[in-house]
């Protein structure tokens, strides 16, 4: 079974998946038809999602495919999406058709890492005042 990784702050704002890693401080977008991959979450093939998609706009389903198949493969890696072979579900994953193709996309940002590895209750001086730890 695949599952969003339940160690990440994540929430669509806008139709954007923004989702935030605060242990390796690293931030992602990901926006268009890829959006469909991680509201789909749980499931056990990534293709029965594809496919349905595909489906639902037969006029660009090559297309679909390599970009969600890309995707998919990248927020595997970057572990958003993590994987658990022990777990079987009962049902087949919820898939509801957006009202248009868009295509998708995945970003991933380090530029706010530093901030984001802060630990503001523990890390501070004494005044108060956060400081970066010297373990990050």
Do not use: K
Request: charged share 20%; aromatic share 12%.
């Amino acid at each position: 079974m695949y599952f969003l990784n339940p160690r990440l702050a994540a929430d669509i704002f806008d139709g954007e998946y923004i989702i935030a890693n605060l242990d390796t401080g690293l931030y992602y977008s990901v926006q268009g038809a890829a959006v469909s991959l991680l509201q789909c979450l749980p499931y056990s093939d990534v293709n029965q999602i594809i496919e349905a998609f595909s489906g639902t706009f037969p006029e660009n389903a090559a297309m679909i495919e390599e970009e969600l198949t890309s995707i998919f493969r990248e927020l595997v890696s970057q572990d958003v999406i993590r994987q658990d072979e022990g777990i079987l579900l009962e049902n087949g994953p919820e898939f509801s058709a957006p009202d248009a193709y868009i295509p998708g996309r995945f970003n991933r940002y380090a530029d706010m890492q530093d901030l984001l590895m802060l630990d503001p209750i523990h890390d501070v001086d004494e005044n108060g005042w956060t400081v970066q730890s010297t373990n990050s």
